[in-house]
């Protein structure tokens, strides 16, 4: 076992995990589901920050933080305790974690604060730990926390395991809309109804437009959650509007316009329409 020496606090960004495509090929014979997706990251983050303290603690503030607080699961502190586990490390922290992004809404909210979690870790341990054990650890944790430890924008393929940068993917000013509805990933992947070893549907073309791509678990997540059709319907009504589509397994979409100013004028129109959702104008990639 080796001792962590003591280093000054480090912080993280924990930014949204945005799903420009996801095509689901299909259920493999052990009963995940394979994926082929163009993963980017928007603007908006979560912000985490870790100091030495005697046993890790986790606090909890910002605007979704009372939907976190008292949960006994939180991947914050299982990504600690199992960096500490893996890697041998005997220095503890308090980790503070703000919280900016809607929970169990599609954008990777609770990933990518595991994954800002490892790299702070990582750093403060400094900096020596082989990336491809700490991505093992993160693959452990969720489908999601791989693609979020890496933090770039990327093709991901298998079940999220397979990661490949995408270097000449532009900066594209957006619009994020949470209806403050959650949606249980797994309830939607379950409403493909694909049996270990089907086939689903055809996986991206190389170079393909993210605005001619598709998501394949909308239809799916929209029987869940009808009002995921009306964010749809009202980033399609705005001036500027190049695309518009669900993130992950919803019920966050996002709008792809062509200019910042464009975004956050349908920004300010929808969230007066819609005081209740959260509407965040931002840039992804």
């Known amino acids: 076992m080796r001792k962590t020496k003591d280093l000054p606090s480090h912080t993280e960004l924990a930014p949204a995990k945005i799903n420009l495509a996801l095509h689901i090929v299909g259920r493999r014979p052990d009963g ?11 603007g908006i983050a979560d912000r985490l920050t870790c100091e030495r303290a005697d046993d890790w603690s986790l606090d909890i503030a910002g605007p979704f933080a009372a939907e976190l607080r008292g949960a006994t699961d939180n991947l914050v502190l299982k ?18 974690l703000e919280k900016h992004l809607p929970v169990a809404s599609g954008i990777g909210g609770g990933s990518a604060d595991a994954a800002a979690t490892l ?7 400094g900096g020596t730990i082989d990336f491809g054990k700490l991505s093992a650890l993160a693959a452990s944790l969720g489908a999601d926390v791989p693609v979020c430890l890496v933090g770039k924008s990327c093709r991901m393929r298998g079940i999220g395991e397979r990661i490949d940068l995408l270097t000449d ?10 209806p403050r509805r959650e949606v249980a990933t797994a309830q939607v992947f379950a409403k493909l109804a694909l049996k270990p070893g089907d086939k689903a549907f055809a996986g991206l073309e190389e170079g393909a437009d993210p ?8 239809p799916p997540a929209l029987a869940m959650a009808p009002v995921i059709g009306e964010v749809i319907a009202a980033l399609q009504n705005k001036p500027g509007l ?17 200019s910042n100013a464009a975004a956050e004028a349908a920004a300010r129109d929808i969230a007066a329409a819609y005081p209740g959702w959260w509407v965040m104008p931002t840039v992804i990639g």
């Open 32 to 42: 995940y589901h394979e994926l082929d997706s163009i993963v980017a990251f928007a």
């Open 79 to 96: 990504a600690a305790r199992g960096f500490a586990e893996a890697f041998g490390d005997e220095a503890r922290y308090r980790i503070s």
């Open 119 to 125: 790299r702070a870790l990582r750093s403060l341990s």
């Open 169 to 178: 993917l532009a900066p594209m000013p957006a619009v994020l809309v949470n």
């Open 211 to 218: 605005a001619s791509c598709r998501n394949d678990l909308s």
């Open 242 to 258: 190049r695309f518009a589509r669900m993130s992950g397994s919803g019920a966050t979409c996002f709008g792809i316009f062509t």
